[in-house]
């Protein structure tokens, strides 16, 4: 099982039979994750550094355990409390960083093509863990690992991106993979959140009424509003924001069939989704995070050329 690619920098890049490797190897290590012993020897000797730019908290904790279930050595850098503070690169960072032999890069940066940049100038390889607005290729993996386990296929189901698509690299990386492994997808939100160009570039479904897309899904994927991404002003308030656009336990219970509510997190509680929907039988928000340890584990195995799982 070999991918097509040396790095993981987007779903963009990858091709249909990539992602099903993934998605296999993954439904393997998520078997491992129930045994009593969770640990493989799979990445002995191999070490990686989680190198952090930007805040994070499931994305960040879910590549450090799945490193240490591989048995991978590693290393966590993050911006506040570097030497990044004094001026440093990017680029002299990593370089200096990878001259005491590391072998893998996890990278989350502010800046959009921060992971294509660095995979241009540096030998080893690069997984991209959310650069600015444009990809976070793993959370789009785990997304795909989590329908397809709630529904058994991602063939023919329909997906509903909700809410701030413009800033979300969630729904790039989404949109990306869904459409690639054959399921319909539509964006849904208000129109000053959605880009002119979704429809002709991506294919997919608009809707600017919530309700109709709800009506439409099997899976609703609800978005974070990205207000530190924001610099003027696309809605005239959260208030208004949740009465017009906010997932509501009435709004669901008025559909004629239960839907799946997913969200990537950090909920927004209140303003894009409520808490009585979010903490309900309804929602896989949960496992989505726990299927992430298991997506991370072969994406870094898969990219590190190991051969077998159970080793
Ligand atoms: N979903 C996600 O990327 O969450 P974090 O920002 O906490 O990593």
Redesign the pocket.
């Given at each position: 099982m070999q991918l097509s690619t040396k790095h993981l920098l987007g779903i963009r890049d990858l091709v249909p039979n990539d992602i099903q490797i993934i998605l296999d190897t993954a439904a393997q290590f998520k078997e491992v994750l129930q045994r009593p012993i969770k640990k493989v020897p799979s990445l002995r000797d191999v070490t990686i550094v989680n190198l952090f730019y930007?805040?994070?908290?499931?994305?960040?904790?879910?590549f450090e355990l799945a490193e240490k279930r591989l048995s991978a050595d590693t290393i966590n850098f993050t911006a506040s409390g570097s030497s990044v503070k004094k001026g440093e690169t990017l680029l002299d960072t990593v370089n200096n960083i990878l001259s005491m032999k590391v072998d893998l890069v996890v990278m989350?940066h502010s800046a959009s093509g921060a992971p294509h940049f660095l995979a241009k100038h540096i030998p080893a390889a690069i997984v991209n863990?959310?650069d600015g607005i444009n990809e976070?290729p793993t959370?789009a993996l785990l997304d795909a690992f989590s329908i397809r386990e709630k529904l058994g296929t991602l063939q023919g189901k329909k997906i509903a991106l909700l809410g701030d698509i413009m800033h979300s690299r969630?729904a790039l990386s989404n949109i990306y993979l869904l459409k690639k492994m054959g399921a319909e997808v539509m964006v849904a939100g208000p129109p000053t959140l959605i880009p002119k160009y979704m429809q002709q570039a991506f294919d997919v479904h608009v809707e600017y009424d919530l309700k109709t897309a709800l009506e439409w899904c099997d899976v609703a994927n609800v978005l974070?509003i990205q207000l530190e991404r924001q610099n003027q002003v696309l809605f005239s308030s959260l208030r208004e924001y949740n009465l017009q656009y906010g997932v509501k336990r009435s709004l669901l219970d008025n559909l004629n069939k239960e839907i799946v509510i997913m969200h990537?997190?950090?909920i927004n509680r209140g303003v894009e989704l409520d808490s009585d929907v979010a903490d309900s039988k309804q929602s896989i928000i949960l496992q989505q995070?726990e299927n992430?340890v298991a997506v991370r584990m072969a994406v870094l195995y898969l990219l590190a050329g190991g051969k077998t799982v159970q080793n």
């Open positions: 930007e805040n994070s908290t499931r994305t960040r904790i879910s989350r863990a959310g976070h959370q969630v974070r990537p997190g950090p995070v992430g």
